[in-house]
């Protein structure tokens, strides 16, 4: 069994900063690619960043320049700071994550709950 917990969601007006959190527990030996993406009202879930186990990292294009994803691997959590909120930034903000589970030999991926980012104008 694995989890992922994210929090650090709210609301802020626009030009202000959040950090999201999220934490991996369970039987886990490795965690590969760990990603947040987003999904707007009325609007499909897309990729916001990306970090490998060696910390190479991509970007939406919406987000470079603001957005900052980190992550402490002897904590198996994933961190995206974020700056100049605009108020299209607003969505639920989701933590995804390729584990590799004890005795299982293959990555497989895991969602978190999604935590609620409003930017007000």
């Known amino acids: 069994q694995v989890q992922l917990v994210e929090s650090g969601g709210g609301m802020v007006q626009a030009g202000g900063s959040l950090r999201l959190s999220c934490a991996a527990s369970g039987s886990i030996f490795k965690i590969d690619v760990m990603a947040w993406y987003r999904q707007a009202a009325g609007k499909q879930r897309e990729l916001v960043a990306r970090?490998?186990?060696?910390?190479?990292?991509n970007y939406a294009d919406s987000v470079k320049g603001r957005f900052t994803i980190s992550r402490d691997n002897a904590k198996n959590t994933a961190y995206l700071q974020m700056n100049s909120l605009k108020p299209e930034d607003t969505a639920v903000y989701y933590c995804?994550?390729?584990?590799?589970?004890?005795?299982?030999?293959?990555?497989?991926?895991?969602w978190g709950q999604g935590t609620q980012v409003t930017v007000s104008s």
């Open positions: 995804n994550a390729d584990i590799i589970r004890i005795g299982v030999p293959i990555a497989l991926p895991s």
């Open positions: 970090i490998t186990s060696g910390a190479g990292t």
